[in-house]
């Protein structure tokens, strides 16, 4: 039977999204297989994991330029050295487990993992082939720390690929698979009765909004563009979803009160609909983290970017515009002149729609497992 281990890390949701897209499809598909999902950071020192998820969520909020800092800070020299010699040291503990384990291959959705496992393998701790998914649109050199004992690098574009190649990566290791999403995205739903279910009218615009969730991002930007769709567009209907803010949520519930918009608008802090809610929306507004924005492209929908947090997410907003799938919507901008312009030539979103069909990769869970399934 062959044993594959998933690592990931508690920094952001997209990292474990994408490892359980992995995880079911493999389940799913593919007979004797022994798959196990553990978070790496949490296995080697829970306190440790504590302590670093709750500074990134802290500084994402509270200061998120400290953070972008932080990002592009750790490619120098310096600072790569030790974030390799404290990923060298914390790889002892994670050693315990893979022999006990002893798994075939290690797949790794955060560069942590691949840090670690590259690591012991340089030392001949271990022989399992190691795979790392990259999950953002850009590179960056934490994921390539032990990039010569990593056997395949999935990345989501060919400019990623090309990026890689040009810091020395084998074209042979790298395979542009897209980033990883639920099978659900991809599933055929019945429109009318999802807009049934929620009382809207199938012939205005939908929109699925998300607030920026527990990271509360650009709290007053937020409200002043989901304002200005209540207030302005009364030919669009708004499905928001507020997630563990209840600040958000208060707010949103009090401007679609004032406005008396309660019939074209519904407010979730928490659903696990959202493909179904994809898959009848003409726009998304969201951060752009990278497995909200794969999910978008798959499901075809144009996004207005908000709240990037400074580095990846800067990174994926680039990318995102420079593709002519969505617009980045940025603090200066006028908020009201840019809805306008989206939400009232209906050309200008079906262009965008029409691009996500040149990026999108609706089929990398399952290329990436087949390939996995192979080795």
Same mark, same amino acid.
């Given at each position: 039977?062959?044993?594959?281990?998933?690592?990931?890390?508690?920094?952001?949701?997209?990292?474990?999204?994408?490892?359980? +897209?992995?995880?079911?499809?493999?389940?799913?598909?593919?007979?004797?297989? *022994?798959?196990?999902?553990?978070?790496?950071?949490?296995? /080697?020192?829970?306190?440790?994991? !504590?302590?670093?998820?709750?500074?990134?969520?802290?500084?994402? !909020?509270?200061?998120?330029?400290?953070?972008?800092?932080?990002?592009?800070?750790?490619?120098?020299? +310096?600072?790569?050295?030790?974030?390799? !010699?404290?990923?060298?040291?914390? +790889?002892? $503990?994670?050693?315990?487990?893979?022999?006990?384990?002893?798994?075939?291959?290690?797949?790794?959705?955060?560069?942590?993992?691949?840090?670690?496992?590259?690591?012991?393998?340089?030392?001949?701790?271990?022989?399992?082939?190691?795979?790392?998914?990259?999950?953002?649109?850009?590179?960056?050199?934490?994921?390539?720390?032990?990039?010569?004992?990593?056997?395949?690098?999935?990345?989501?574009? *060919?400019?990623?690929?090309?990026?890689? @190649?040009?810091?020395?990566?084998?074209?042979? $290791?790298? @395979?542009?698979?897209?980033?990883?999403?639920?099978?659900?995205?991809?599933?055929? =739903?019945?429109?009318?009765?999802?807009?049934?279910?929620?009382?809207?009218?199938?012939? !205005?615009?939908? /929109?699925?909004?998300?607030?920026?969730?527990?990271?509360?991002?650009?709290?007053?930007?937020?409200?002043?563009? =989901?304002?200005?769709?209540?207030? *302005?567009?009364?030919?669009?209907?708004?499905?928001?979803?507020?997630?563990?803010?209840?600040?958000?949520?208060?707010?949103?519930?009090?401007?679609?009160?004032?406005?008396?918009?309660?019939?074209?608008?519904?407010?979730?802090?928490?659903?696990?609909?959202?493909?179904?809610?994809?898959?009848?929306?003409?726009?998304?507004?969201?951060?752009?983290?990278? #497995?909200?924005?794969?999910?978008? #492209?798959?499901?075809?929908?144009?996004?207005?970017?908000?709240?990037?947090?400074?580095?990846?997410?800067?990174?994926?907003?680039? =990318?995102?515009?420079?593709?002519?799938?969505?617009?980045?919507?940025?603090?200066?901008?006028?908020?009201?002149?840019?809805?306008?312009?989206?939400?009232?030539?209906?050309?200008?979103?079906?262009?965008?729609?029409?691009?996500?069909?040149?990026?999108?990769?609706?089929? +990398?869970?399952?290329?990436?497992?087949?390939?996995?399934?192979?080795?």
């Amino acid at each position: 039977m062959k044993k594959i281990i998933i690592f990931y890390a508690s920094y952001g949701g997209g990292h474990l999204s994408a490892a359980k +897209a992995i995880q079911n499809n493999l389940e799913k598909n593919y007979k004797n297989m *022994n798959i196990e999902l553990i978070d790496c950071m949490k296995y /080697i020192n829970k306190t440790i994991e !504590k302590i670093t998820t709750n500074a990134y969520k802290e500084m994402a !909020k509270k200061a998120p330029w400290a953070w972008g800092k932080m990002y592009y800070d750790s490619q120098k020299p +310096a600072l790569a050295h030790i974030s390799s !010699k404290a990923n060298s040291f914390m +790889a002892i $503990k994670l050693l315990k487990l893979l022999r006990d384990k002893k798994p075939d291959i290690i797949v790794s959705t955060h560069p942590f993992g691949s840090q670690m496992c590259s690591y012991l393998k340089r030392k001949g701790k271990i022989n399992s082939k190691i795979v790392t998914i990259m999950t953002d649109f850009k590179s960056h050199d934490q994921w390539l720390v032990g990039a010569d004992f990593t056997d395949y690098f999935f990345v989501s574009n *060919n400019e990623l690929r090309s990026e890689l @190649i040009e810091k020395g990566i084998s074209e042979n $290791k790298i @395979i542009v698979s897209g980033i990883p999403v639920s099978e659900k995205f991809l599933d055929n =739903f019945d429109r009318d009765k999802i807009i049934n279910d929620l009382k809207f009218n199938k012939n !205005k615009k939908i /929109i699925l909004f998300f607030g920026g969730g527990e990271f509360g991002l650009g709290k007053q930007t937020t409200l002043d563009i =989901f304002s200005c769709l209540v207030k *302005n567009h009364p030919n669009t209907q708004i499905i928001a979803i507020s997630g563990k803010n209840e600040y958000m949520k208060s707010n949103f519930e009090k401007i679609v009160s004032e406005n008396s918009r309660e019939n074209d608008v519904k407010i979730f802090e928490y659903s696990n609909q959202i493909p179904e809610f994809m898959s009848i929306s003409d726009l998304v507004i969201t951060k752009p983290g990278g #497995l909200t924005v794969s999910e978008s #492209l798959v499901s075809h929908i144009p996004m207005i970017i908000i709240n990037p947090i400074p580095g990846q997410e800067e990174e994926n907003a680039e =990318f995102l515009e420079k593709n002519k799938v969505a617009k980045w919507l940025k603090k200066d901008d006028d908020i009201d002149f840019t809805l306008n312009i989206l939400l009232n030539d209906d050309s200008i979103l079906n262009n965008m729609k029409e691009n996500t069909y040149k990026i999108a990769k609706p089929n +990398a869970t399952n290329n990436i497992c087949e390939i996995i399934s192979k080795l």
